[in-house]
């Protein structure tokens, strides 16, 4: 068989797209903001506002940094802003290593009280070179997501346990019940809350990781590897 390249964005990371959502209190003071940073552009055509890898943007780390960038490729457009509704703003980036620096980076210039991150879409695939075309809103806007509610997962399992009286009992369905949902296959688009503002990025940063580790073992045709493999393979490691 054919070995099969992995696309990768300019910046040096696979392409795996990632759809932020913020909620927006006050659009004119978000409008005022993009006007300010000067990593902002307004794109007409295509009625978006582009995050660009400089000015304030220059000292994010990527694999590639700003200084590894040939000058006639830059700036690079590391993010694409949409105003879907007055109270709605979407942020599409190409990789998940984009979206954790942007919310940490966004967080900073945007006053959470004018807009806050509070949902996030990710793509649960790897995709070879020849699809290097797609672009993330391209496949947002035209695939529907599955919604994963963690609370309601939770729940599920308090419900299942619930008429246990017995502690060592009660673990023992609680354990199988999550390994369980560890195994079930991921959703092609998953989407999910963040809780970035309670509880910090490194709970996000997790979750995007082991996803691409599940989506790096199907490219590589270990389409049967889950979420419960990789959590499996850390502890393991531990």
């Keep these: 068989m054919e070995e099969r390249t ?3 964005t300019l ?6 797209p990632v759809r932020l959502h913020y909620r927006v209190s006050d659009r004119a003071a978000v409008l005022q903001r993009f006007q300010e940073l000067r990593c902002v552009d307004y794109d007409g055509t295509r009625e978006r506002w582009e995050w660009l890898y400089d000015h304030e943007a220059r000292r994010l780390r990527f694999k590639k940094s700003y200084a590894d960038l040939p000058k006639h490729l830059q700036p690079v457009i590391i993010g694409s802003f949409f105003l ?3 109270d709605k703003l979407v942020l599409d980036l190409r990789s998940i290593e984009r979206a954790t620096e942007a919310i940490l980076f966004f967080d900073k210039h945007l006053s959470r009280s004018v807009a806050r991150v509070v949902e996030a879409e990710v793509v649960n695939r790897l ?13 947002f806007d035209h695939q529907a997501s599955t919604y994963i509610d963690p609370e309601a997962a939770v729940q599920r399992t308090k419900d299942l346990v619930a008429g246990i009286a017995e502690p060592h009992e009660r673990l023992r369905l609680a354990l199988e019940d999550m390994q369980s949902r560890e195994k079930e296959p991921l959703p092609e688009i998953e989407h999910f809350p963040v809780h970035y ?8 940063r997790n979750v995007l990781r ?3 580790m599940v989506a790096l073992q199907h490219f590589l045709g270990n389409s049967e590897y889950s979420l419960y ?9 531990k």
């Design 6 to 8: 992995l696309l990768g």
């Design 11 to 16: 910046t040096g990371e696979y392409f795996q």
């Design 84 to 86: 879907r509704a007055a």
């Design 127 to 139: 995709f070879p070179i020849g699809d290097a075309q797609v672009t993330p809103d391209s496949i």
């Design 197 to 204: 503002c309670e509880e910090g990025i490194e709970g996000f």
């Design 210 to 212: 082991m996803r691409q």
């Design 229 to 237: 493999d990789v959590l499996q393979a850390m502890v393991n490691r």
